[in-house]
């Protein structure tokens, strides 16, 4: 498995990764989850919500969201929050790959920090179908979907920030070998 993270981390490919992940990403802040929040007075989407929500929050913002909103939800943010998960998953998997390789450290056990982002991504994955669920039930939902969803979304919000804190260190890290490296040869 890692030979096929190695051989799939060229600088090239994680960076064509790295920004049609981003591009995606900036598509779903800027057009898909506002064309929802126009119906949700103030309310955030449950997936934006990294320390999760209640039972009431959610009626209640379905509620809000009224037909269209709920419909605007499923039919536009949803499908692309489909794709998301994936690219994350991969691409992020692969940037850590990337720089772990750099440092020499990627057959180490920290090797295993690279599924940080592939199970946040499968936790978004989870998410998302159950509010795909929420959605399609509402007003019948049982609290134990809408808290299983809750546990998806706060699993997927740990571990991205999880990776992300790895992330930060690991580029720390290479930073500093590049600067050690460069006064080894003065």
């Given at each position: 498995?890692?030979?096929?993270?190695?051989?799939?981390?060229?600088?090239?490919?994680?960076?064509?990764?790295?920004?049609?992940?981003?591009?995606?990403?900036?598509f779903?802040?800027?057009?898909?989850?506002?064309?929802?929040?126009?119906?949700?007075n103030?309310?955030?989407?449950?997936?934006?919500?990294?320390?999760?929500?209640?039972?009431?929050?959610?009626?209640?913002?379905?509620?809000?969201?009224?037909?269209?909103?709920?419909?605007?939800?499923?039919?536009?943010?949803?499908?692309?929050?489909?794709?998301?998960?994936?690219?994350?998953?991969?691409?992020?998997?692969?940037?850590?790959?990337?720089?772990?390789?750099?440092?020499?450290?990627l057959?180490?056990?920290?090797?295993?920090?690279?599924?940080?982002?592939?199970?946040?991504?499968?936790?978004?994955?989870?998410?998302?179908?159950?509010?795909?669920?929420?959605?399609?039930?509402?007003?019948?939902?049982?609290?134990?979907?809408?808290?299983?969803?809750?546990?998806?979304?706060?699993?997927?919000?740990?571990?991205?920030?999880?990776?992300?804190?790895?992330?930060?260190?690991?580029?720390?890290a290479?930073?500093?070998?590049?600067?050690?490296?460069?006064?080894?040869?003065?």
């Amino acid at each position: 498995m890692k030979e096929i993270l190695k051989r799939n981390s060229k600088g090239k490919k994680v960076l064509l990764l790295f920004v049609l992940t981003n591009l995606v990403y900036a598509f779903m802040l800027l057009v898909t989850i506002p064309k929802v929040m126009r119906f949700s007075n103030g309310m955030k989407l449950p997936d934006m919500l990294p320390t999760g929500y209640t039972v009431e929050y959610v009626n209640l913002l379905f509620n809000i969201l009224g037909e269209k909103g709920r419909e605007t939800y499923l039919l536009n943010q949803i499908p692309v929050d489909m794709i998301y998960p994936f690219l994350f998953g991969i691409s992020y998997c692969l940037v850590l790959v990337f720089f772990l390789n750099k440092l020499g450290k990627l057959d180490s056990f920290l090797g295993y920090l690279c599924l940080l982002p592939v199970l946040a991504g499968i936790f978004d994955y989870c998410e998302n179908l159950g509010i795909i669920q929420m959605l399609r039930n509402y007003p019948d939902n049982s609290d134990l979907l809408i808290e299983t969803t809750n546990v998806f979304t706060i699993l997927k919000s740990t571990f991205t920030s999880l990776y992300f804190v790895v992330l930060i260190v690991v580029l720390v890290a290479v930073g500093v070998k590049k600067l050690l490296k460069k006064d080894d040869s003065k």
